[in-house]
């Protein structure tokens, strides 16, 4: 008894100092992952625009019910629907008024890049009318494809406007053009009119027809047309085609237009010499509403100053110009607003003598690569969460290299971010200087910024928005109301109307304590009543989306005693594209699937998906090992296996009787 509680007594120390040496054991486990089978339904409304629209919604459902049941057992299906954009369930309302299958690819390569992705299966009729041609964005997928052509290749007897080109806004007593297209298929030897005619107090005035006589089985023309703006405000237009016997689809032989007409336009001075950071700018100024840019080296502008809204000086004050203070000095004593875009050639000693609410001590002809980085507190005019976000992917601008120093006065809507660095030099900085407004780019090279948001949303929505704020903010008069509405002029029937509101107290500070609330009306006299939600310091109102139209809106907000009211209008414009084709296009849906290893086949086969899923030989499952290692004494067994010998020992010593 004595040797054994002795050996117990060494296999306790020996293990003890055994785990002092801390072992580890390695331990491995197998992942199986199953391959990715995506089904993505067109969810648009040309779907349902066929002789089997109840196939569609009803039994389609049923048979797709039954298939991701039968594929769920070998694979990980995950569902989806697209028109306007890709959504995460599977959708069968088709009535979505755009399609863009080029956005399914650039999700589904986002979401599942890296992943065991093994076929994309898409049940569509082939017609997309946004976005990219779907057959090349495909391309970037590394997956199977299989179609599933739905809709009615079947050439109808059809006429149809199909595009109205159209300025969004004209000016009182000028002409303006629409460009009306028309295409007829199946029609040879047959007629219409096609007429343009104004809506105003319900009542509809003819301004144009035209007779139109079909000479082909495939017709295309295009018909110019010029009318008069005879009165200001906002004019719903009709262009109509008169229907001819046989038609089937009449929906698109009406298109509806709205167009502004405005008193007049703001006409915006731009003093540079050729840059590509003015040609950027004067394009955006240009295109939008209310507001007209003229370019002039400084030598060659020989106008007056008072005729222009806001004056932009690209890389003025400048040694180089002799007569470029002296315009300068003319602006400020007219007190018109200015935007200064400094850059190599500014004559910085002269500017930092204008009092801008900042100067700039250079340090030589050296300049920095300056990254923006928005401000937090800036409040002259609101930019959305998706603008503010990025701001920080914008490529530097090229800034004068020296010392800045700041009023307190100044509102900077970015600062210099200066080799990861944010300094507290601005970048895009705004100046009130008694009632002159002014605002200043210490960096050249915007251009790029406009490069670069064509590049990531190919569009220039981001950089167009920067300038036509900037522009408003600097060149409209100011608005001393304690109450204003900030909403666009246009809405499209697919999006959600949105407005923002600003209220001030007495001392111009903004305030959201009292509710807004907001009626707006249609065309037919019908009022919908809102009310604001607040914000941090504003409001903001999401109405939903509108079915296509002119509205009026009124809000009102009582603060103590005072009730302030403001009105407005804005248009609803229709989405028609979908209506204006509805032959499927079977042949891209074979094209996709033969250049990724798929099939087509027609709703009828659905059942053969599995089968034709299953004789991939690259659709498999992975399987993931995971090694790792734990410290041996994590083990719950070694923590009783040392809890037991010391038991056994302590009995058999009280048992003997002697410890």
């Known amino acids: 008894m004595r040797w054994l509680a002795a050996g117990l007594r060494v296999v306790l120390v020996t293990l003890l100092a055994f785990l002092f040496l801390s072992p580890l054991i390695r331990s491995s486990k197998n992942t199986v992952e199953k391959p990715i089978i995506i089904i993505a339904q067109d969810n648009s409304s040309s779907i349902s625009d066929t002789k089997d629209s109840v196939f569609y919604k009803h039994q389609l459902p049923q048979d797709w019910e039954k298939e991701i049941n039968d594929l769920s057992s070998n694979y990980d299906v995950r ?109 040879q030897g047959k007629s219409s009119t096609i007429s343009i005619s104004e809506l105003a107090d319900g009542k509809e005035a003819t301004l144009f027809t035209k007779p139109i006589i079909f000479n082909s089985s495939k017709f295309h023309q295009t018909i110019p047309v010029q009318l008069n703006a005879t009165s200001p405000g906002l004019k719903h237009y009709v262009v109509k085609l008169t229907p001819v016997q046989g038609e089937e689809n009449i929906a698109n032989n009406r298109k509806d237009i709205y167009i502004r007409v405005l008193d007049q336009k703001q006409k915006v001075l731009i003093l540079s010499n050729p840059h590509p950071d003015v040609a950027a700018i004067a394009e955006c100024i240009n295109s939008s509403e209310g507001f007209e840019a003229q370019s002039f080296t400084p030598d060659k502008f020989t106008g007056e100053l008072n005729k222009y809204s806001l004056v932009i000086l690209n890389q003025l004050p400048s040694s180089s110009i002799a007569n470029g203070y002296q315009l300068i000095a003319i602006s400020q004593k007219l007190g018109i607003p200015t935007l200064y875009m400094l850059g190599s050639e500014s004559d910085l000693q002269t500017f930092n003598s204008l009092n801008q609410g900042f100067k700039i001590y250079a340090q030589g002809n050296s300049t920095n690569d300056a990254e923006p980085a928005l401000a937090k507190d800036f409040s002259l005019f609101t930019l959305s969460d998706d603008s503010r976000s990025y701001f920080s992917q914008l490529p530097a601008l090229s800034s004068p290299f020296g010392s800045y120093t700041s009023n307190p006065s100044l509102n900077v809507l970015c600062y210099q971010k200066i080799q990861g660095v944010t300094t507290t030099y601005p970048l895009i900085a705004f100046n009130l200087n008694g009632s002159e407004k002014s605002c200043i780019v210490t960096g050249e090279g915007l251009f790029r910024w406009r490069l670069k948001d064509y590049a990531d949303h190919k569009n220039n929505n981001f950089f167009d928005d920067l300038i036509n704020k900037i522009v408003q903010y600097l060149a409209i008069r100011d608005d001393k109301s304690f109450f204003r509405i900030h909403a666009p002029n246009s809405f499209k029937e697919d999006e959600p109307v949105e407005m923002d509101a600003d209220l001030y107290n007495p001392s111009y500070q903004l305030v959201n304590d009292p509710e807004v609330s907001m009626i707006i009306t249609n065309s037919d006299g019908k009022n919908f009543n809102y009310t604001f939600s607040r914000t941090s310091n504003a409001y903001h109102l999401n109405a939903g989306q509108l079915q296509a139209g002119a509205y009026h809106y009124a809000a009102q907000v009582k603060q103590g005693t005072q009730l302030y009211t403001a009105k407005g209008e804005f248009t609803v414009t229709p989405v028609q594209v979908e209506s204006t084709n509805t032959v499927a296009n079977h042949q891209l849906l074979y094209q996709l699937a033969k250049e990724h290893g798929g099939n087509m086949i027609f709703p009828n086969q659905l059942p053969e998906l599995t089968k034709l899923i299953a004789a991939k030989d690259d659709i498999k499952p992975l399987i993931y090992t995971h090694t790792s290692y734990a410290p041996l004494i994590n083990l719950k067994w070694v923590f009783f296996l040392l809890l037991l010998l010391v038991s056994v020992e302590w009995f058999i010593r009280k048992w003997s009787g002697t410890y």
Do not use: W
């Open 79 to 187: 569902v989806m629907s697209f028109g306007e954009q890709p959504r995460d369930t599977m959708d069968y309302r088709y009535n979505e008024k755009e399609t863009d299958i080029s956005s399914l690819f650039h999700a589904v390569t986002e979401r599942y890049y890296g992943k065991n992705l093994g076929a994309i299966i898409l049940s569509s009729d082939g017609i997309y009318n946004k976005g990219y041609n779907p057959v090349y964005v495909a391309r970037q997928l590394n997956c199977h494809i299989f179609t599933v052509a739905l809709g009615d290749t079947t050439v109808k007897i059809d006429a149809t406007v199909s595009k109205v080109d159209n300025n969004p806004t004209a000016f009182l007593g000028n002409t303006f053009p629409l460009l009306v297209t028309v295409d007829a298929t199946k029609l």
